[in-house]
């Protein structure tokens, strides 16, 4: 007999997606925020995926029996900047908007002058840098997206430059939460390529220094919402690397999981076993 659960998976799927300028994109903004960040492409763009579950304290309960979590029908390839509100479908009015808080972040990764402030020659820079990488729409505006991008592109030519992630003769997941980053190593040799992620939120932050991976269950689902966490790999309590729907880069973060896209945990899942240590070190932008 077909489980409740995988008949009812594809739409959670399906709402994820379709939530694109609803409530959740809205949900981590400031209380009062009169212009939120939203995506900056009406339709496009889902919001972060809104089902990561809040249950991250204690360990997971051990499933019933095992229902698979179906494959996504596609990756999320597509790079959508979130912008202020007001500044959505009005074409360059980015470059005169307040300044995002990853102003000075991205402005640094470009080599700019950090102020903090944007300025004509910031917004022809982050412009160019957002159409040469594909973020849409590229209109100047140093959103989560672009951040997230300069920061995976200038770790791929200097991975660790304050040394943080310990070098052992066996394998640790190494987890940046200053640049929301990850990568594996085992001695002097990466064995996972650094990738972006998304840690926790306020109040949910990702639990930093040693933990092990002590459970592992790819067909996962949340304990309390009935969610699908597939590839999940539990490291402290509740938190564990696992996969989510749509964009890493948005406004908020995680409850305490560390996410990463569909094709990055599955790869990871092939990287690391029952064992492995994690090291996290760092503060999630915003806390």
Known sequence: MTSWRSRTAPLLFALAASLALGPVALADAPVGDPDPLVPGIVGAGPAEY????????????????????????????????????????????????????????????????????????????????????????????AGPVTWARAELLAARKKLDPGGRCPVKKYAVACVDLDRQLMWVRKGNKVTYPVVNVRTGRPGYATRTGWHTVYWRHKDHWSSIYDTPMPYAQFFSGGQAFHAVYGQLATPGGSRGCVNLSHGDARKLWDVLRKGDRVYIWGKRPGH
């Not at 051990?62 to 007001?86: A, C, F, I, T």
């Open 50 to 141: 809104p089902m990561d579950t809040p249950d991250q304290a204690l360990p997971p309960l051990q499933p019933e029996g095992e229902v698979p979590v179906p494959e996504p029908e596609e990756e999320v390839d597509e790079l959508v900047e979130y912008l202020p509100r007001s500044a959505v479908g009005a074409v360059g009015a980015a470059c005169t908007a307040k300044a995002s808080t990853y102003q000075r972040r991205v402005e640094r990764l470009l080599g700019l002058r950090i102020d903090g402030k944007q300025s004509v020659a910031d917004c022809r820079a982050i412009r160019a840098f957002q159409v040469k990488e594909k973020i849409k729409p590229a209109v100047g505006y």
